[in-house]
């Protein structure tokens, strides 16, 4: 079945610093991939969309500047939170469509606490 | 606005019964919903889905129901096993946007 790969899958950074999330389809292509964000005890919060090619995006209320997105290719987007502080700790979540059928795929996820 | 609901935050179930997880919705425009099993720290894993062409659709011990008229989808799982004890979430779409909303999910706890 469809694979999505999420990296890494804990990651601990200090205030201020800038944090790397990597989501890769494994084994399909993926031309849009979607990014969640979930807080202990409540719902995966859809942050943006991740377009191959083209600009990412954003749901209402999410930063563009802060939550950097790119998706250079068809199997890779990554999510980078910059200057973070601890109120970006929370865990992340890339998935993908991987076609009419197939449902969408989830990665891992990420769990991010910044100090 | 929370377009998808899930009122429950926890149920317990024992072992061999049946669980039945409640979902409700408000925005008539979704005609895919989905089922999604999540365990601490990982990724949702997809469980089931149905279009909203059908009130029913089946996978083993996994059944959706649809009713659209009341927006409201239920999560049937017989029977219960300890195995599956975990959030579980739903989640709709509309047709052509590929993008799911959430509910808040719902805590199944199986008890021996």
């Known amino acids: 079945g469809a694979v999505v790969s999420q990296h890494p899958s804990w990651v601990i950074c200090k205030s201020g610093t800038s944090v790397k999330i990597e989501c890769r389809s494994l084994?399909?292509?993926?031309?849009?991939m979607f990014w969640y964000r979930q807080f202990p005890k409540q719902s995966l919060m859809l942050m943006a969309t991740?377009?191959?090619?083209?600009?990412?995006?954003?749901e209402q209320g999410v930063e563009k500047d802060k939550f950097l997105i790119n998706h250079a290719s068809l199997t890779l987007s990554t999510l980078t939170v910059t200057s973070a502080h601890p109120e970006d700790s929370s865990f992340y979540i890339c998935?993908?469509?991987?076609?009419?059928?197939?449902?969408?795929?989830f990665g891992s996820g990420t769990r991010l606490t910044v100090v | 606005d929370q377009q998808v609901k899930q009122n429950s935050p926890s149920l317990s179930v024992q072992e061999g019964r049946i669980s039945i997880l409640n979902c409700d919705y408000t925005?008539?425009?979704?005609?895919?919903f989905l089922w999604y099993k999540k365990y601490p720290a990982e990724g949702p894993t997809f469980l089931i889905s149905i279009s909203s062409i059908k009130d029913k659709n089946e996978d083993g011990r996994f059944t959706v129901f649809l009713n659209k008229s009341a927006k409201h989808l239920s999560l049937h799982i017989v029977p219960s096993q300890p195995g599956d004890s975990a959030v579980y979430f739903c989640a709709a779409s509309f047709q052509g946007a590929q993008k799911l909303v959430f509910g808040q999910g719902t805590r199944l706890t199986i008890n021996p």
């Open positions: 084994d399909f292509q993926a031309t849009t």
């Open positions: 998935s993908a469509h991987a076609g009419t059928g197939t449902g969408y795929t």
């Open positions: 925005n008539s425009m979704f005609d895919y």
């Open positions: 991740s377009n191959e090619g083209s600009k990412a995006t954003y």
